[in-house]
Nanobody
Framework: QVQLVESGGGLVQPGGSLRLSCAAS????????IGWFRQAPGKEREGVSC????????HYADSVKGRFTISRDNEKNTVFLQMNSLKPEDTAVYYC?????????????????????WGQGTQVTVSS
């Protein structure tokens, strides 16, 4: 059974950092891509970041560029999202997702419905 399990969320002050983890089981990280999404209360779930398996290229939403970094550890079958300089507007439930066929092109707000595997989410709250 293919599963993604997120962890690492919590409460952090503005300007602080968190590192989220997404552990994959039931398959190896050889799907074309894996990415992160987030959903704030009352808002649509949005794409945050994606990493490609073929060349390791990374993609970020404009709102997190320069602050968030996505990476992967293939031996541990885990993907990470390092979040620095956190802002209150980063508060959301963060989800990782993947699909056996789709590239990072689909890891966007408008195409996320095509992704087949989702984790349960981890809450990130940025507040003083």
């Amino acid at each position: 059974q293919v599963q993604l399990v997120e962890s690492g969320g919590g409460l952090v002050q503005p300007g602080g950092s968190l590192r989220l983890s997404c552990a994959a089981s039931g398959f190896t990280l050889n799907y074309p891509a894996i990415g992160w999404f987030r959903q704030a209360p009352g808002k649509e779930r949005e794409g945050v970041s994606c990493i490609s398996s073929s060349d390791g290229s990374t993609h970020y939403a404009d709102s997190v560029k320069g602050r968030f970094t996505i990476s992967r550890d293939n031996e541990k079958n885990t993907v990470f999202l390092q979040m620095n300089s956190l802002k209150p507007e980063d508060t959301a439930v963060y989800y990782c997702a993947t699909d056996r066929d789709l590239s990072c092109t689909y890891y966007t707000t408008s195409h996320q419905r095509y992704l087949e595997v989702w984790g349960q989410g981890t809450q990130v709250t940025v507040s003083s």
